[in-house]
């Protein structure tokens, strides 16, 4: 069974960098035989389910154009751990975030980590 946490400061003051990791067990962020994308997500009541960018199998980037200037996704495969960046952030950022294994075309989701509050407030 695959399983994935976040982890990370919950707690973020404007213009600082957001940084979350995501640790992923269960089964491996490159594994070939299926082509997973490993996803960041956000939610706020406002706003409903964001799809921020992904990392894929091979370590290839995808990013939703809205946040691509100030958002970085990367992997650390010896950990079976890949992160979230944000920098400049604002209260708007603030939501829910959860990491998620997603599928090739980002249209399925199927494991989810439960999610981590993170609070933009100075």
């Known amino acids: 069974q695959v399983q994935l946490q976040e982890s990370g400061p919950g707690l973020v003051k404007p213009s600082q960098t957001l940084s979350l990791t995501c640790t992923v067990s269960?089964?491996?962020?490159?594994?070939?035989?299926?082509?997973?994308?490993w996803s960041w997500i956000r939610q706020t009541p406002e706003k409903g389910l964001e799809w921020m960018g992904a990392i894929a199998y091979n370590g290839e980037t995808y990013y939703n154009p809205s946040l691509k200037s100030r958002t970085s996704i990367s992997r650390d495969t010896s950990k079976n751990q890949f992160t979230l960046q944000m920098s400049s952030v604002t209260p708007e950022d603030t939501a829910v975030y959860y990491c998620?294994?997603?599928?090739?075309?980002?249209?399925?989701?199927?494991?989810w980590g439960q999610g981590i509050q993170v609070t933009v407030s100075s």
């Open positions: 998620a294994r997603g599928d090739n075309d980002l249209s399925e989701y199927d494991y």
């Open positions: 269960g089964g491996s962020i490159t594994i070939t035989t299926n082509y997973f994308f």
